[in-house]
């Protein structure tokens, strides 16, 4: 069964640092791009940051550039999402998605909570 | 990276068909034809239900097709049914380098 559970999520002070995990399984993680995707309370969905199969490239929203990188282990199937810097307006349920051969985003992860307040 | 744009909302009756736009530049929408629908309902994950502007995954109904114009991409739902009542999102290929960019969503609604 294709699966992407992430982690990671809680509540974090403005200024500091949080790091989520999404561990796949049931497919060939290190054939696909990765990507994380936010969603804010009652808003729309916003790409966030996505990395080539490899860990070769990763590219960022201009909302997270300098403040999040996006990893990957490829040896234990696991996404990662380091977020600095954090601010309120970060605040969002955090998914995890695989890019397919096809090229469209399958299957996401259930989300994570990230709650930026003091 | 300005976001595609949808209507807020749509709605119809349960049999009728409803469609929504999603409307970008030449640098995405109307370049690629990677354009995917995807449908969330409260509290849950999204779903496909198009891509590559009109390609349905296996299990989505064909009541759901999608169409591409210039910059604008449609989704139209035919014959409408209660389950259909959700939250929908376009998402285009924005570059080569596997950039995407979603639309702002439309909360559909079934009468």
């Known amino acids: 069964q294709v699966q992407l559970v992430e982690s990671g999520g809680g509540v974090v002070q403005p200024g500091r640092s949080l790091r989520l995990s999404c561990a796949a399984s049931?497919?060939?993680?290190?054939?696909?791009?990765m990507y994380w995707v936010r969603q804010a309370p009652g808003k729309g969905l916003e790409w966030v940051a996505v990395i080539w199969y490899d860990g070769s490239n990763e590219y960022y929203a201009d909302s997270v550039k300098a403040r999040f990188t996006i990893s990957r282990d490829n040896s234990r199937n696991t996404l990662y999402l380091q977020m600095n810097s954090l601010r309120a307006e970060d605040t969002a349920v955090y998914y995890c998605?695989?890019?397919?051969?096809?090229?469209?985003?399958?299957?996401w992860g259930q989300g994570t909570l990230v709650t930026v307040s003091s | 990276q300005s976001a595609l744009t949808q209507p807020p909302s749509a709605s119809g009756s349960p049999g009728q068909s409803v469609t929504i736009s999603c409307t970008g530049t030449s640098s995405d929408v109307g370049t690629y034809n990677y354009v995917s629908w995807y449908q969330q309902h409260p509290g849950k994950a999204p779903k496909v239900m198009i891509f590559?502007?009109?390609k349905r995954p296996s299990g989505v109904p064909h009541r759901f097709s999608g169409s591409k114009s210039g910059n604008t991409a449609s989704l139209t739902v035919s014959g409408l049914q209660a389950e259909d009542e959700a939250d929908y999102y376009c998402?285009?290929?924005?570059?080569?380098?596997?950039?995407?960019?979603f639309g702002g969503g439309t909360r559909l609604t079934v009468l």
């Open positions: 998605a695989r890019l397919t051969v096809d090229n469209w985003l399958e299957p």
């Open positions: 049931g497919f060939m993680f290190s054939s696909y791009a």
């Open positions: 998402c285009s290929f924005a570059g080569s380098n596997n950039l995407v960019i």
């Open positions: 590559e502007v009109n």
